[in-house]
């Protein structure tokens, strides 16, 4: 059995599959790898289309961090000059996004904390991460993320993933399936 519920992944990645933001991550227990892996199998099969692909970032005691994300928007997002400065920072060769993910997952492997620059692949605002690594405690916002630079565009976003959170639970609770929530890039 599946312990990745599609209810699950619309709750949690809404805004991912509404184009609205690059990734979205979630944290869920797994009978086995096996389980896992056919989990995000069946998802890619299923959002692939849509121009979304799903990846595990880490296994550890029975439980998965997964990453659904929009391969094209983070690309884009990683071109941004202060994101490429930053992961360069952290060690990162920054030459694509998949190498930035093989570090990232390398990253996620050595520590039992999250490395803050994880904020760069979920859409975050770069000076938003680079406000956390930098000035954590001078934030002028705290919601879904801390906000260092642009509160009012930090509240629009934030109200918007709360309206596809809310929108694409009430259409996958009258009968749509994941697939048809996913807008394609």
Not at 80 to 109: F, K, V
Not at 127 to 148: A, I, P, Q, S, T
């Amino acid at each position: 059995m599946i312990s990745v519920s599609d209810e699950m992944v619309v709750r949690l990645c809404a805004p991912t599959l509404a184009c609205v933001k690059t990734g979205s991550l979630f944290s869920t227990a797994f009978a086995s790898d096996v389980e896992m892996y056919g989990a995000v199998r069946r998802l890619n099969r299923l959002l692939g289309k849509s121009g979304i692909r799903v990846l595990p970032l880490r296994w550890r005691d029975g439980h998965a961090l997964i990453y659904l994300y929009r391969p094209s928007q983070l690309e884009r997002d990683l071109k941004n000059a202060l994101a490429r400065q930053l992961l360069r920072e952290c060690g990162y060769a920054c030459e694509t996004p998949c190498q930035a993910l093989r570090t990232l997952i390398n990253r996620l492997s050595d520590y039992t904390e999250f490395p803050h620059e994880i904020g760069l692949f979920l859409g975050y605002p770069p000076k938003d991460v680079e406000g956390f690594m930098h000035r954590r405690g001078e934030f002028v916002l705290c919601g879904r993320w801390k906000v260092y630079d642009d509160p009012q565009t930090a509240r629009a976003m934030w109200s918007l993933c709360d309206h596809c959170t809310a929108n694409c639970l009430k259409r996958l609770e009258a009968g749509c399936a994941i697939e048809t929530l996913a807008i394609s890039s």
